[in-house]
């Protein structure tokens, strides 16, 4: 088992900048790929970033390309997010999530399913 708690969470006017944290507990963090996904109201939770499990490799939504950035500290069993230029359609619950690492990184979209472990979320609202 993994437990995962995000962090971070707030309210921030748009073109401001948020970062989110996730703290890792239980197996070992370094076997996990980690991801970050986000869910608005009355919408499918979406895939933002994730990052391979030697923090070496990473992946993006489009929307969140040149704007967020993942990072991952294994040593601290800590993953991040850093969200600049924040847009109102940023606002959402955001998930910290893990996955079984595999051999190979593939930078793609990621879905949910593929996933094992989440966190119970936090509230970013990006007013305008």
């Known amino acids: 088992q993994v437990q995962l708690v995000e962090s971070g969470g707030g309210v921030v006017q748009a073109g401001g900048s948020l970062r989110l944290s996730c703290a890792a507990s239980?197996?070992?963090?370094?076997?996990?790929?980690m991801g970050w996904f986000r869910q608005a109201p009355g919408k499918e939770r979406e895939f933002v970033a994730d990052i391979s499990a030697s923090g070496t490799r990473s992946s993006y939504e489009d929307s969140a390309k040149g704007r967020f950035a993942i990072a991952r500290d294994n040593s601290k069993n800590l993953v991040s997010l850093q969200m600049n230029t924040l847009k109102p359609e940023d606002t959402a619950v955001y998930y910290c999530?893990?996955?079984?690492?595999?051999?190979?990184?593939?930078?793609?979209?990621?879905?949910?399913?593929?996933?094992?472990?989440w966190g119970q979320g936090t509230q970013v609202t990006v007013s305008s």
């Open positions: 999530a893990a996955r079984t690492s595999s051999p190979w990184y593939s930078s793609r979209t990621y879905s949910p399913s593929e996933y094992h472990y």
């Open positions: 239980g197996r070992t963090f370094s076997g996990y790929a």
